[in-house]
Nanobody
Framework: QVQLVESGGGLVQAGGSLRLSCAGSGRTFSSYTMGWFRQAPGKEREIVAANSWSGVTTYYIDPLKGRFTISRDNAKNTIYLQMNSLKPEDTAVYYC????????????????WGQGTQVTVSS
């Protein structure tokens, strides 16, 4: 069982940066693939980035490459999402999620979810 708690969301102007954190519980945190997802009003939840249990393999959706960076610190049971050059279209609730196994992009394949943190980017 893994419990996840996100933090770091907020209101930021376009062009600004935010760093989201996701703290996990449980001694097996390091064995989980971790993903960041987001869901904007009226839209489906989409993957933003994912990081394998070892941290070696990462995935980003193409539009976000170069702006967002996922990282993890297994010693702290925490993953991060550094978001730079934010745009109004990045406004969404951001969720972290965990799964056993390799990186996948389908949200239903992730077993554990945090409660989400709101990111609002003003123009």
């Amino acid at each position: 069982q893994v419990q996840l708690v996100e933090s770091g969301g907020g209101l930021v102007q376009a062009g600004g940066s935010l760093r989201l954190s996701c703290a996990g519980s449980g001694r097996t945190f390091s064995s989980y693939t971790m993903g960041w997802f987001r869901q904007a009003p009226g839209k489906e939840r989409e993957i933003v980035a994912a990081n394998s249990w070892s941290g070696v393999t990462t995935y980003y959706i193409d539009p976000l490459k170069g702006r967002f960076t996922i990282s993890r610190d297994n010693a702290k049971n925490t993953i991060y999402l550094q978001m730079n050059s934010l745009k109004p279209e990045d406004t969404a609730v951001y969720y972290c999620a965990a799964r056993r196994g390799p990186i996948v992009v389908v949200s239903t394949q992730y077993e554990y979810w945090g409660q989400g943190t709101q990111v609002t980017v003003s123009s």
